[in-house]
């Protein structure tokens, strides 16, 4: 069960005035000494809360914090009694992973403020500091076969644009096949693992790891990732954003999203053509993953119907369908 004063945030939050120390010692059903005790506390870590002898309590002012009283505000009731929010953690996908081995529902959310062994595609590591971004994990137990991860992927793809536009109001669009881009630049990672059956194929639990920079400074990147990576906040003035409202956002277009599975993929399937930015672009494939291996280069004509990624290579006259791997995009991460 939540904190006294994560429930009591919570309240604070929600409410468009002052709410009384009694009225809140009721719902919470705690001593009015715990709600003080709660205020204090809320005070310490930076929330402005005034006070009135008849009035109460009044939220004025609040940090940015990726905490369980700021989530759960902007979710329905009992949302959050299967999501959990962490201070520090190796990675929220091997986290997930762990609570779905043990038998957790679909719909498991694991939030963390840091990740110390973030995971991108590829083998690749994703940065993952503290106090800046959202790296989340959505458990699935989707009735498909191991042929469709990448299509999931893809809708997680359209879950986030679409939650950064309910949360923030900001446009943004998707490589194909998973990152997010803000003004051509890299602003989200997605990672889905699966755990297969042996037997029939069939997946028993999938991880949908999602990492999204919001907060980030331009010196908040090394030099190696300075063209290639931006933050919500940079690209958008670099006013500082509310990230447990976009975290909020993502866990309900998630919600959908798992919701959906199967019968949705029209909607999702127009979502995702619309916010494709490769087709129409030269690329260089790469299929394998040997990453010294030479990519193959074409024109990128359209996505098809499972979400593959429909190509002209150069020297042949023929499309193929691209269904795995990683296109880099003339014009976008120093492909030139």
Known sequence: MASVKDRFLSMLIKSSGYISGETASKTLGVSRAAVNSAVMSLRNDGYGIDSSTN??????????????GDIAAF????RMSSVTVLPVVDSTNTYCKELARKGAAEGTVVISDQQTGG???RGRSFASPAGVGVYLSYLMRPVTGIEKISEITCWA???VCRAIKDCYGFDSEIKWV????MNRMKICGILTEASVEAESGAI???VIGIGINVNEKRSDFPEELSSIASSISIENGGKTLMRSELASALILRLDELAAGWP?????????????CATPGNRIAAYTTMAGDAAPRTGEAISISDDFSLEVRFDGSEDKELLKSGEVSVRGLYGYT
């Open 55 to 68: 009035r109460g309590y009044l939220l004025t002012s609040r940090p940015d914090r990726l905490g369980s």
């Open 75 to 78: 979710l329905p009731e009992d």
């Open 119 to 121: 995971k991108g595609r």
């Open 157 to 159: 793809a359209v879950a």
């Open 178 to 181: 998973n990152d997010i881009l």
């Open 204 to 206: 028993d639990s999938l």
């Open 263 to 275: 019968d949705m993929h029209g909607s999702y399937l127009e979502s995702y053509r619309a916010l």
